[in-house]
């Protein structure tokens, strides 16, 4: 299994919140992959380009070398845009960002770690699972 960080996540992570690396360290012992999607490495990046701090940038950075970063493709493109359209249809709101790593995860076949439910439940066929709230 692959598991995909969102934003929340990655600074639960940061702030060492004992429910998500108890989880972390759970995928770990059972050989699952655990990657960052590009737009949360954009998320991530541009608020410690807004708001500096060093020390949490760093860890960022060490955790970036632990866990890598995807790419984006044509067809996560692509599956934005559908998945846009699905919404837009439905007369629902999300963001493009989470659009974007939905997308991501459905392509890629990974479990979304998010905290924000809410801002992806109505993404059809995404898995997520959150790591904070039992």
Request: with cysteine; aromatic share 10%.
């Amino acid at each position: 299994m692959t598991y995909a960080l969102d934003t929340n996540i990655i600074i639960h992570l940061l702030r060492g919140t004992p429910a998500v690396r108890a989880k972390r360290d759970e995928a770990i012992i059972q050989s699952s992959n655990i990657i960052i999607p590009p737009p949360v490495d954009y998320e991530m990046r541009r608020g410690y380009l807004c708001y500096p701090a060093s020390a949490k940038e760093k860890n960022y950075h060490l955790l970036c070398l632990r866990y890598s970063v995807g790419e984006m493709n044509t067809e996560i493109w692509n599956r934005g845009a559908d998945i846009y359209a699905e919404l837009y249809r439905k007369r629902l709101t999300v963001g493009d960002a989470d659009i974007l790593i939905a997308a991501f995860c459905l392509v890629n076949d990974c479990t979304l770690v998010t905290n924000n439910v809410k801002h992806f439940s109505n993404i059809d066929n995404l898995v997520y699972e959150d790591w904070i709230t039992k």
